[in-house]
């Protein structure tokens, strides 16, 4: 979920979690070069858990 690029059936909340979850894994070091691909399975697996379809 790269910032900038409109994302279909994701929202500002989600992006904003996105960013969080990226720049503590970064800045901790837990993830290495996968910060981002962890970040984004995160989101997504909430954003499915809330009931939210893909694409809506």
Do not use: L, N, W
């Amino acid at each position: 979920m790269p910032r900038g690029r409109s994302i279909r059936g994701v929202g500002s909340k989600e992006r904003r979690q996105y960013e969080h979850i990226k720049s503590k894994a970064q800045r901790s070091g837990r993830y290495g070069k996968r910060a981002k691909e962890v970040a984004a399975r995160t989101v997504m697996k909430h954003h499915k858990e809330k009931g939210h379809k893909t694409g809506q």
